[in-house]
């Protein structure tokens, strides 16, 4: 049990629909994950980052939102201040929180409370369940983005994991005309 944290001018309250499990959710529950085992990340900590949800509260600063609003969130929060954040470099941000993984609690409650800037609103049809997988898909477009030249012409590739991470790329990649195996 958590209690409900609170609400300030920039943040918005989301009501958890549903919350995927991912590998990294289990190296936090062992200790495995490498940034509790160098120390960067603390616990206690409530996992969980490829979620969706429904908006409840909106705080007075945030206008893009309303009360009700079907959402999904970015996992890696940066400070929005520094040079790696205005480079478009989040993850190199020095004072970033990832969602669920070190510095902001995250899905497997409830309710959470994240940064407005980091909530991305669905269309009212979409399935909340699969929205879960806006996250990893996201890791997965990233991913083939930076192939850059390597994926631009139809070719053959072949995709090494079936898991969710390797089923996605193998349907994105399949979806831009490659020949997937």
């Known amino acids: 049990e958590v209690?409900?944290?609170?609400?300030?001018?920039?943040d918005v309250l989301i009501k958890v629909a549903y919350v995927g499990i991912c590998a990294t959710d289990l190296e936090i529950y062992d200790g495995s994950l490498g940034y509790y085992r160098d120390g960067h990340a603390h616990y206690p900590i409530v996992p969980g980052h490829e979620y969706?949800?429904?908006?409840?509260?909106?705080?007075?600063?945030?206008?893009?939102l309303e009360e009700g609003?079907?959402?999904?969130?970015?996992?890696v929060q940066g400070c929005g201040v520094c040079d790696n954040c205005h480079?478009?470099?989040?993850?190199?941000?020095?004072?970033?929180?990832?969602?669920?993984?070190?510095?902001?609690?995250?899905?497997?409650?409830d309710?959470?409370?994240?940064?407005?800037?980091?909530v991305h609103k669905l269309l009212p049809?979409?399935?909340?369940?699969?929205?879960?997988?806006?996250?990893?898909?996201?890791?997965?477009?990233?991913?083939?983005?930076?192939?850059?030249?390597?994926v631009e012409n139809p070719r053959r590739i072949a995709v090494v994991g079936a898991g969710t991470i390797g089923h996605l790329t193998a349907r994105y990649l399949a979806r831009l005309g490659h020949d997937v195996t």
């Open 3 to 10: 209690e409900v944290p609170e609400v300030k001018p920039g």
């Open 52 to 64: 969706s949800g429904q908006v409840t509260v909106v705080g007075g600063k945030v206008s893009h």
């Open 69 to 75: 609003d079907l959402v999904v969130v970015e996992t």
């Open 87 to 109: 480079s478009g470099n989040r993850v190199g941000c020095e004072f970033r929180v990832e969602v669920g993984v070190f510095g902001r609690s995250g899905a497997y409650a």
């Open 111 to 118: 309710y959470l409370v994240v940064p407005g800037e980091f």
């Open 125 to 150: 049809s979409t399935d909340l369940k699969s929205a879960t997988l806006c996250e990893p898909l996201s890791v997965v477009i990233k991913g083939v983005r930076r192939l850059g030249a390597a």
